[in-house]
């Protein structure tokens, strides 16, 4: 069983930074791919980005690419979103997820076995 955490979310002005975390427990991350995805009000939960533990792959949404950087590090069992030139239309909450299933289906929410709580990040205007 995994358990992710993530932390960093906050109030943030546009063209602002922030970089979110997700640690993980119970077993270590490696193996998996780790997705981050958004869900903003009144809208359906949607893919942000993703990482191949193993193979280092990377994959953004349109929306995120060249802003939204996704990261992991080994030793701490972690994952990171690292969001510069945030805009309003970035706010939501952001979940870390993990999934023990092949690359290909990254994007997809039911290819995720495990999901964090979740972390409120607001963009004002």
């Known amino acids: 069983q995994v358990q992710l955490v993530e932390s960093g979310g906050g109030l943030v002005q546009a063209g602002g930074s922030l970089r979110l975390s997700c640690a993980g427990s119970?077993?270590?991350?490696?193996?998996?791919?780790m997705g981050w995805f958004r869900q903003a009000p009144g809208k359906e939960r949607e893919f942000v980005a993703a990482i191949s533990w193993t193979f280092g792959f990377v994959d953004y949404a349109n929306s995120v690419k060249d802003r939204f950087f996704i990261s992991k590090d080994s030793a701490k069992n972690s994952v990171y979103l690292q969001m510069n030139s945030l805009e309003p239309e970035d706010t939501a909450v952001y979940y870390c997820?993990?999934?023990?299933?092949?690359?290909?289906?990254?994007?997809?929410?039911?290819?995720?076995?495990?999901w964090g709580q979740g972390t409120q990040v607001t963009v004002s205007s």
């Open positions: 997820s993990a999934s023990s299933k092949a690359w290909y289906g990254a994007r997809n929410i039911p290819w995720y076995d495990y």
């Open positions: 119970g077993r270590t991350l490696s193996g998996y791919v």
